[in-house]
């Protein structure tokens, strides 16, 4: 369709449509989502004048909501698909190069006759465009090209996986128009882990990019890697009478990759104790047995860090089975039980190298205070600094936004919704 006929669909029956699947029912998310959409057109419209074609496309943010660092450790995870996106407006031709602006950043422009990775560009967006262009071109798929604008309120830093969704869009845009969308979800997946891995350097695990690329409530076992258990289901938390709250502490990312290298790097530790690699290999009494003799062997907190992964590995099954068979009670014990692992055991609430910034147990004390004692909050995603994750009863939604927003900042504490679907074209 031309820039000018999706402006006019926008506000139609069809689009509404869309929107509310992938936004929600308030009629002013819905408004607000036209604007954006409208902007992007817009934006779309000077940066590339001479294309008038164009698709809209869409790819969530995630959550984690149980199974905080057993990934790596080839445990079992539950998420779930967020309405907070990135979004594209994408002409399709056969130039033979990418070319992608993303909002804030500078334009990419991607050879495809140069699918190699490049040392440049490690650590860069170009990476992960030029990865996932590899990707499908080394399965024989034959690209012509595109030109898109990207816009995503995915925050950077938020451990909702700005970087995930981004790839899922890129990946979902070429898999519609050059592979008749015969790629699966997981295959979307793998393959922006891939780019992520191989073109721009980061050793990530798929637990991000699946649940972007597979949507709803996400259930993920590691046990085997290169091919995971995944299964979907749905729970209605807002039927229940719970919202789902993000507050964004602020707290800076930079120079914490040493403390998520120290967690991986010490349950590993433990593993090589009992001749395995991973702790999903060892046995758990084994392992509780084995404390005593490992005391002074291995440090005191990576033995720490492995009880809490057993511990969570347990509950994130038990999570998925409470919420399938409708037992919030239980699930919300569960969930308070993983708050504490994490905060006791796993220790990710802060970084041991900045103990005087603590916005993430400062945000759970004064949630708190908001909520009560029983409330259910916990650091969300890798920790030490970002975002904590909390389930409000919906009568209380607008004091405990309030309280948040009045020590972090406005805006900073953000009701979400669980997105159905994964990455699509929009229309």
Do not use: W
Not at 160 to 182: G, P, Q, W
């Amino acid at each position: 369709m031309t820039i000018q006929t999706v402006m006019n669909r926008i506000n139609s029956p069809e689009a509404l449509r869309s929107f509310t699947l992938l936004y929600g029912k308030e009629p002013e998310v819905i408004s607000m989502q036209k604007e954006r959409y409208g902007r992007a057109l817009e934006a779309f419209s000077k940066a590339f004048p001479d294309r008038q074609e164009v698709q809209l496309f869409s790819a969530p943010g995630r959550t984690e909501i149980g199974g905080n660092h057993t990934d790596h450790q080839h445990g079992c995870a539950l998420g779930a698909a967020v309405n907070c996106d990135a979004i594209a407006v994408v002409s399709f031709h056969h130039d033979g190069v990418i070319r992608l602006l993303s909002e804030g950043y500078g334009i990419c422009e991607i050879n495809l006759s140069e699918p190699e990775p490049r040392e440049d560009e490690k650590g860069k967006t170009a990476a992960l465009i030029r990865g996932i262009a590899a990707r499908f071109l080394n399965v024989g798929v034959k690209l012509g090209g595109f030109d898109a604008y990207v816009t995503s309120n995915v925050l950077s830093g938020s451990g909702l996986s700005s970087s995930a969704a981004f790839e899922t869009l890129v990946a979902a845009i070429v898999n519609e128009r050059y592979h008749d969308s015969r790629t699966d979800a997981i295959g979307i997946a793998k393959i922006g882990q891939y780019a992520e891995n191989v073109y721009f350097g980061k050793n990530s695990g798929l637990l991000d990019q699946t649940i972007c690329s597979v949507g709803g409530m996400v259930f993920i076992d590691f046990g085997d890697v290169q091919r995971p258990s995944v299964s979907g289901f749905s729970f209605d938390f807002e039927a229940a009478g719970y919202a789902l709250c993000m507050t964004d502490t602020k707290g800076s990312h930079s120079d914490l990759t040493d403390d998520y290298a120290a967690i991986v790097e010490e349950m590993h530790s433990v593993a090589r104790r009992f001749g395995k690699t991973y702790l999903r290999e060892v046995d758990e009494k084994e392992f509780y047995t084995a404390i005593p003799r490992l005391h002074g062997k291995v440090g005191d907190r990576a033995l720490l860090r492995a009880i809490h992964y057993f511990g969570e590995n347990r509950r994130a099954i038990g999570e998925r089975e409470t919420l399938q068979n409708g037992d919030l009670a239980r699930f919300f014990s569960l969930f308070r039980q993983s708050a504490a692992s994490s905060e006791g055991l796993l220790q990710n609430l802060y970084s041991v190298h900045q103990p005087c910034a603590q916005g993430i147990p400062l945000a759970l004390a004064v949630s708190r205070l908001i909520l009560g004692e029983d409330a259910a909050v916990r650091v969300h995603g890798g920790g030490f600094a970002g975002t904590i994750q909390a389930f409000v009863p919906t009568e209380q939604l607008a004091a405990y936004r309030d309280g948040m927003d009045a020590v972090f900042g406005a805006g900073s504490c953000q009701r979400l919704r669980i997105r159905p679907v994964g990455g699509m074209r929009v229309m």
